[in-house]
């Protein structure tokens, strides 16, 4: 049933959890620095952050903007982060 609900709501593999009261881009950057990659979602619970999936297969930025639709704002703010963050953006 909690795996039903999980897959539901965009929940797909294991997923890194933060406190409550941890600001949603301190997170990305924990799982960056834990992960070497940003997580492809975040997700706002009453009890937690969560950040992931671990170990996710990394897609091209492209594939991932295209895969979203429609794109949420929360989606496409991760997608600009980790633009931002790319060797070639100086």
Known sequence: MAEEAGKQA???GEYQGYTPDTDLD?????????YG???????T???AILAGPIGA????LA?????VKPITPEAAR????EFEGAPWVT
């Not at 990659?37 to 997700?43: A, G």
């Open 63 to 67: 594939a991932r903007a295209e895969a």
């Open 37 to 43: 990659y940003l997580p492809l979602n975040t997700f």
């Open 57 to 60: 297969r990394r897609r091209s």
């Open 45 to 47: 619970t009453a009890g």
């Open 10 to 12: 965009g929940l797909l």
């Open 78 to 81: 991760q997608l600009v982060m």
């Open 26 to 34: 301190r997170a990305c950057e924990l799982f960056q620095a834990k």
